[in-house]
């Protein structure tokens, strides 16, 4: 089980684990998902045995290989052949020439990431039994990959498309480790903060994890993160100043249109002069998507949702705002995940 804060109860790991999974566009493995406190204690262990599973699938299917500069001197030439080095060096009197070319292998920014990462973690020290050794084994398959310092702008340097999108997870998921690894100037070496506390990544995932389980859950609808237009005039110096205006995630059914906006906040309600009131921004956001939204045919009856994530909190309101039906909920992450899937799927259903 993992916390997210002192004051709230605990998050199942394997709900940590979905949310995960249908935030990288993976379709949870039902084996992969039981996992309990014996091996996952805390958010770390998951990240890892999760990280070394799917290591393990990449072996399995092929790890992916890209095009890297090599120079070195051979007898057979290819790529560019650098004559005045291979001259200076000599290596031509060796029947040999120092050529410059692409070659396609392994050992590229993808795999290096992840064989760091499982060395960053090896020397934690911190990871217990099974899971320490799913990562050793992990660590073997990628011992002939370059091992390199990980910075947060490499992980932007990586392309993800139809052929490796399978390393959208297990890069997602060394990105977060190393986020969470911070140096610790008491123990001379780095503290683990809980993923669930990072405000930078935690918003990002809980709305990608939305979106993509509606996609999943409702094939014959089109889901996505939508641009709405302001509805009204203005002239060229106006509309270059003008703030877009972007969805989190958009559901068109064929008989209805949702417009939905998660909010990862610990508390879906504030306190003021001693009574619990809804977020006003919040709400001044939603009906601003679906009023000005309301001016393309086909949207002028569209409902709108406030999503909050709960874990010490439940809530259910319905209301009509401008004409339009809004919906302010939470899905409640410490329940079991079935329940919680019923839930999401009942809410993006409108």
């Not at 120092?98 to 911190?126: K, M, W």
């Not at 002239?235 to 008989?255: G, K, Q, R, S």
Request: proline fraction near 5%; glycine fraction near 4%; hydrophobic fraction near 35%.
């Amino acid at each position: 089980m993992t916390e997210s804060a002192s004051s709230r109860r605990k998050i199942p790991i394997e709900n940590l684990y979905y949310l995960l999974s249908y935030a990288c566009e993976q379709v949870p493995e039902t084996d992969e998902a039981r996992i309990g406190d014996d091996d996952c204690p805390d958010s770390l262990h998951l990240l890892a045995k999760v990280l070394a599973r799917s290591i393990r699938r990449l072996i399995h299917r092929g790890l992916t290989r890209e095009y890297t500069e090599q120079t070195e001197p051979t007898p057979r030439l290819k790529g560019r052949i650098l004559v005045a080095q291979s001259r200076r060096e000599m290596v031509d009197r060796q029947a040999k020439m120092i050529c410059r070319f692409d070659d396609l292998n392994a050992d590229c920014l993808p795999n290096q990431l992840l064989r760091s990462t499982c060395d960053r973690l090896l020397r934690l020290g911190v990871l217990g039994g099974s899971v320490r050794q799913e990562i050793q084994v992990a660590r073997e398959h990628l011992g002939n990959i370059t091992p390199i310092r990980v910075e947060d702008a490499l992980f932007r340097r990586v392309r993800l498309h139809r052929n490796n999108r399978s390393y959208r997870l297990p890069l997602a998921v060394c990105r977060l480790i190393h986020r969470a690894l911070t140096p610790s100037e008491r123990e001379g070496g780095y503290r683990f903060h809980e993923i669930l506390e990072d405000e930078k990544a935690m918003p990002r995932i809980f709305e990608n994890f939305v979106r993509n389980f509606a996609d999943f859950q409702f094939p014959a609808s089109k889901v996505s993160a939508m641009t709405i237009q302001w509805d009204g005039e203005w002239d060229a110096d106006a509309a270059e100043v003008l703030p877009m205006m972007f969805t989190d995630v958009t559901i068109e059914h064929p008989d209805s249109k949702l417009i939905l906006d998660c909010k990862f906040y610990r508390e879906a309600l504030v306190s003021r002069h001693d009574r619990k009131r809804m977020h006003s921004s919040h709400l001044y956001q939603l009906t601003s998507y679906l009023r000005n939204k309301a001016a393309d045919p086909g949207w002028e009856e569209a409902s709108g949702v406030l999503l909050y994530p709960a874990v010490d909190h439940r809530l259910d309101y319905r209301l009509r705002l401008n004409g339009h039906p809004v919906r302010v909920v939470s899905v409640d992450l410490d329940r079991p995940w079935r329940e919680i899937e019923e839930s999401l799927t009942e809410i993006c259903a409108g």
